[in-house]
């Protein structure tokens, strides 16, 4: 009898976990977001979380934590409680995080489990509206000849942004001055205001201000035009051989969080992203929708971590 009923328990605290998984989710779901509100990430996160709620039967809060990079969004989740209710909207800026931080306190391919990429954007390179230049070398003649360098904006030290600035200034020989911010929002604000000269955002924030003629696109970094600014050449077009980096957006739980949930929260978001309506929306904004496995996210951001500590440790980008 008593080994009846040990059996009996035994089996009960087997199904527990698959009786949760069942019931999950139970209650809202917060996807973090580590920049301010008005970013492309920003943007990104609710269009998700708007469709992925239809699909969930649960409401799917977005919840800004900016600061330090992305850092301090990442390190919230990755010590959240890992039971699938608490999401970030990682970036390719936390594989840049990994070299640039002298000591993070998280370590994100081994705390935090990949769910699915959601889009690619392109960044894009965009001056003043007054400054009078019409392309890239144009840009780069008036930099050589100004007194003191052009200062450049980027989503904070050590982002994608930052690091394709001094790139670009390296592969044309002109020095520029990095202004870190803790957003896209406040950025772009000072770029139309005229407050820094240049930025090499993404497609998305700066798109509407582009088509408003607030802002000039002088070119984008990656290997293909956008689909959103088609008559916007390439930096390997402008001159600049083999220029390609972009900045790729996605989903991450805590590294403890059952496989079933994050297979789940996978299925339901992919589907997301590969709707008419989603795709639509990624289109207006200047994305290219992803929707690919957990497998293929982590493959993504070893080999991106890889990437950029080269371009880290060639920038010689170190942040205590």
């Known amino acids: ?7 009996v328990a035994a089996a009960a605290l087997a199904a527990a976990p698959a009786a949760m998984a069942q019931a999950w989710p139970s209650k809202p779901v917060t996807l973090v977001v580590p920049f301010p509100a008005g970013g492309t990430t920003d943007v990104l996160a609710r269009a998700l979380a708007d469709k992925l709620q239809q699909s969930l039967g649960q409401t799917v809060i977005v919840e800004s934590k900016p600061g330090a990079g992305a850092t301090l969004g990442a390190d919230y989740v990755a010590k959240a ?5 608490t999401l970030l909207m990682g970036a390719v800026h936390h594989t ?8 993070l306190p998280y370590d994100f391919q081994k705390d935090l489990a990949p769910i699915t ?22 840009l780069v003649a008036l930099a050589k000849a100004a007194p003191n360098p052009f200062t450049y904006g980027s989503n904070g030290n050590g982002t994608a942004q930052h690091l394709i600035g001094t790139q670009f200034a390296e ?11 803790k957003g896209s929002g406040p950025l772009t604000t000072d770029l139309i205001g005229g407050q820094v000269q240049m930025s090499f955002d ?9 088509k408003a003629g607030k802002l000039k696109a002088l070119a984008v970094t990656t290997a293909k035009r956008s689909s959103a600014l088609p008559d916007v050449p390439t930096m390997d077009e402008a001159g600049m051989k083999g220029f390609d980096l972009g900045t790729w957006f996605g989903v991450l739980a805590p590294a403890a969080t059952p496989k079933d949930v994050v297979a789940r929260l996978s299925t ?16 207006e904004i200047g994305a290219e929708p992803i929707g690919n496995t957990p497998e293929q996210m982590a493959r993504q951001i070893k080999d991106d971590t890889d990437k950029y500590a080269r371009l880290v440790k060639n920038a010689k980008v170190s942040i205590d």
């Open 1 to 7: 009898m008593k080994r009846a009923a040990f059996l």
């Open 81 to 85: 409680r890992p039971d699938g209710y």
């Open 117 to 138: 990429t959601v889009a690619l954007v392109p960044n894009v390179l965009v001056i003043g509206a007054t400054t009078p230049a019409t392309d890239v070398k144009s």
């Open 268 to 283: 339901e978001m992919v589907k997301v992203i590969q709707s008419p309506e989603f795709r639509q929306r990624m289109q």
């Open 96 to 103: 840049i995080a990994t070299s640039v931080y002298k000591k």
């Open 202 to 210: 993404t497609v998305t924030p700066v798109l509407p201000h582009i």
């Open 171 to 181: 592969l044309n020989g002109i020095p520029l001055l990095h202004i870190p911010y």
